[in-house]
T-cell receptor, first 112, second 113 residues
Framework: EDKVVQSPLSLVVHEGDTVTLNCSYE??????LLWYKQEKKAPTFLFMLTSSGIEKKSGRLSSILDKKELFSILNITATQTGDSAVYLCAVEFRDSNYQLIWGAGTKLIIKP | ETGVTQTPRHLVMGMTNKKSLKCEQH?????MYWYKQSAKKPLELMFV???????ENNSVPSRFSPECPNSSHLFLHLHTLQPEDSALYLC????????????FGDGTRLSIL
């Protein structure tokens, strides 16, 4: 069965800490892995990863994909209270149609 | 402003009512999606439209009926819903069906009495 598993389910850290969020997957015909940030409303796109070992970076956020071990990590350095959100991981793959399945998310709380 | 607008933001309806959710995207995208988001569960893809044609229907009950009159507008018609249908319904769009990030609206919070 195709699945996407995120860990931890929730995480509480203090402002300034560095966090690492994990997303592992089991799918056939992998195409891409995507990270989103969801605060109260719309999930907002962070990264799309298709190749192993190439880090994508945006400010204090970075992400990398390991297609051999079937996982991705999302790093946030020097966390701020505004980073508090649910971080969602999704994997695109192909069976009879193109499919996108989502993990349950990691709820990140940054304490001042 | 995400470029994807959903109305209404909140909807409370009885099980015998008929209502519709609306989604409009201003991004020039060709694919549109309906998702259901329930508490502590992964996003569930319901319907996909690509160039106005429905390409996927992920075993959604017939009490949910999508409509896509053009590439910019997407509707979800609701009738005789059940309490377990209470959730956040998210609309998304992308330029193409594959290998493209999806852009989401803020959702409609639906409560079934």
């Amino acid at each position: 069965e195709d699945k996407v598993v995120q860990s931890p389910l929730s995480l509480v850290v203090h402002e300034g800490d560095t966090v690492t969020l994990n997303c592992s997957y089991e799918v056939t015909n992998f195409r891409s892995l995507l990270w989103y940030k969801q605060e109260k409303k719309a999930p907002t796109f962070l990264f799309m990863l298709t190749s192993s070992g190439i880090e994508k970076k945006s400010g204090r956020l970075s992400s990398i994909l390991d297609k051999k071990e079937l996982f991705s990590i999302l790093n946030i350095t020097a966390t701020q209270t505004g980073d508090s959100a649910v971080y969602l991981c999704a994997v695109e793959f192909r069976d009879s149609n193109y499919q996108l399945i989502w993990g349950a998310g990691t709820k990140l709380i940054i304490k001042p | 402003e995400t470029g994807v607008t959903q109305t209404p933001r909140h909807l409370v309806m009885g099980m015998t009512n008929k209502k519709s959710l609306k989604c409009e995207q201003h991004l020039g995208h060709n694919a549109m999606y309906w998702y259901k988001q329930s508490a502590k569960k992964p996003l569930e893809l319901m319907f996909v439209y690509n160039f106005k044609e429905q390409t996927e229907n992920n075993s959604v009950p017939s009490r949910f009926s999508p409509e896509c009159p053009n590439s910019s507008h997407l509707f979800l018609h609701l009738h005789t819903l059940q309490p377990e249908d209470s959730a956040l319904y998210l609309c998304a769009s992308s330029y193409d069906r594959v290998n493209q990030p999806q852009h989401f609206g803020d959702g409609t919070r639906l409560s079934i009495l």
